[in-house]
């Protein structure tokens, strides 16, 4: 794990920043006329350079946050090369003008929409999964024909090392550069009027991005997070319900922006929805606290100091009074927090109202749906809503009630997953969104193209304005 008491890597020369972002310009102008096949070559070294480094991605992850092999497949390499086999087989596609028919007052034109790259764009990212959210969004941006600048987080240093190894054997700094830094780095590349910036990471560094953005009228997309809310209600099947969510909780040690922060559940079910959730923990990660802190599929809080922040979560909730359905153990010096369960919170506990980013699981009893449903829209809207019901009457009413970046029902954070689904937030989770022909279409500038025609109806418009002409 990674101590931040010790120094960081030393912060990217603002001057190297420069000179970078300079040099992209004549390369962002010629790529503006790149074709799919040239797009397509870049997007494939990157990927060969990635799985060449398969092993040392597994060792770099295990050094920064002991993050488990497993879950560097299926939660770093999965997504991205994913996203790489969605552009192979669809930018064609996607990069083909796409006609509209005239309305009344336009007839006699041909209107067309077409994806132009935005120029050079900036990449800020989170540490919770490096990996994939560096270079999930660096394959849109190449897809869409755009040079990239990438800043990775600070706090998994081991994995930002390598992607940046990756980036500079791939490509050359005039096409795709990667800055290591933290704040420092990232301000000094903000102070630069890129065309698009794609940041990802909290809702309170989002507001000093757009800010940031807003100086120079840089678009942006920004991926936030929040508190996903999940509902376990009277109907659901409990087993289902309890095997997702503690994975879908427990995956990445809690540290995952779709996690599911806190679970509603209905009173009637609570004792045996509780009981599932044990069992499937035990068989997961073994009967007890040191089997459980033994477990090899349990990764590590990222670093002491998010350690120190969620066991103070811990501890404020139990200094209130708060009860412990199951772990509750914690080991500051090793960033453990065991996958704990809890209930009783009493109102004005900060867990119930920060982003928890990390192994804790509030359970709150609720007796109507009406409640829960009100309980969320007073806080600000989240990513991710999931609600675990048989009751298709109770599923469309919650969805139709409420508003999340994105919604799974009987399942939680697979809609990550889905590449025809557009990611992202909305207000204080984000702005814009990401996957597939949406990350695409984040990294293109979608112009407008009229082509006029003799019979072009405008006409009729031109002076000398006669009386019957100025009524229609
Ligand atoms: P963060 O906002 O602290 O940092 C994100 C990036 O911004 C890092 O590269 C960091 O170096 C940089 N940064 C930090 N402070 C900055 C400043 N003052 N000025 C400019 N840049 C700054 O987020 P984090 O702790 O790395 O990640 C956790 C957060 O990200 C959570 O809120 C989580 O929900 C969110 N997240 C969202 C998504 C998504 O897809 N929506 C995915 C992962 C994480």
């Not at 990471?201 to 940031?212: Q, R, T």
């Not at 090793?334 to 009493?346: G, S």
């Amino acid at each position: 794990m990674n101590d931040p008491r010790q120094a960081f890597r030393p912060e990217a020369d603002p001057q190297r920043i420069r000179a970078a972002f300079d040099a992209q310009l004549p390369t962002a102008l010629r790529w503006r006329v790149s074709t799919a096949a040239e797009r397509i070559a870049r997007v494939k070294r990157l990927r060969d350079a990635m799985l060449a480094q398969r092993e040392a991605f597994y060792a770099a992850f295990a050094q920064d946050y002991r993050k488990p092999p497993a879950e560097v497949e299926a939660s770093e390499f999965l997504p991205v090369m994913d996203e790489i086999r969605h552009v192979l087989g669809n930018l064609k596609r996607w990069m083909r003008p796409r006609g509209v028919w005239p309305t009344a007052a336009m007839l006699g034109t041909r209107g067309a929409v077409q994806c132009q790259p935005r120029g050079r764009v900036l990449i800020i990212a989170p540490w919770n999964y490096p990996l994939g959210l560096c270079f999930g969004p660096l394959v849109s941006a190449l897809a869409a024909g755009n040079t990239a600048i990438v800043k990775p987080s600070e706090m998994t240093p081991a994995v930002s090392a390598l992607m940046a190894r990756i980036v500079a054997e791939v490509f050359p700094e005039n096409e795709v550069a990667l800055f290591e830094g933290g704040q420092p780095t990232s301000q000094a590349l903000l102070d630069l009027p890129f065309d698009h910036i794609f940041f990802t990471g909290s809702p309170a560094v989002g507001k000093i991005v757009m800010a940031a953005a807003a100086r120079h009228l840089t678009s942006v997309t920004l991926e936030l997070g929040g508190k996903s809310p999940t509902i376990v209600d009277a109907s659901a099947n409990l087993q289902q319900a309890a095997e997702t969510l503690m994975w879908g909780k427990f995956i990445n040690n809690g540290q995952t922006c779709v996690a599911p922060d806190h679970v509603y559940v209905h009173a009637s079910v609570k004792a045996a929805f509780v009981d599932a959730c044990r069992s499937v923990l035990q068989a997961r990660y073994g009967a007890g606290a040191a089997a459980q802190k033994a477990s090899p599929d349990l990764a590590r809080v990222v670093n002491h100091r998010h350690a120190e922040r969620v066991a103070g979560l811990l501890s404020d909730a139990l200094a209130r009074g708060a009860n412990v359905l199951a772990g509750g153990e914690v080991d500051r010096n090793q960033c453990y927090v065991a996958p704990t369960l809890l209930d009783r919170i009493p109102a004005g506990a900060a867990i119930l109202s920060e982003e928890i980013f990390g192994p804790l699981l509030p359970v709150i009893e609720y007796g109507e749906l009406d409640d829960v449903i009100a309980e969320i829209n007073t806080q600000p809207k989240p990513l991710a809503l999931y609600v675990f019901s048989t009751n298709r009457r109770a599923v469309a009413k919650v969805l139709a009630r409420t508003s999340s970046g994105g919604a799974c029902v009987n399942h939680c954070v697979a809609q990550f997953a889905h590449g025809n689904l557009p990611f992202g937030g909305v207000n204080n989770s984000g702005i814009g969104s990401a996957h597939g022909e949406h990350g695409f279409k984040a990294f293109s500038h979608e112009r407008a193209v009229l082509r006029a025609t003799m019979l072009m109806t405008i006409k009729l418009f031109f002076p000398p304005y006669t009386k019957s002409r100025t009524r229609l």
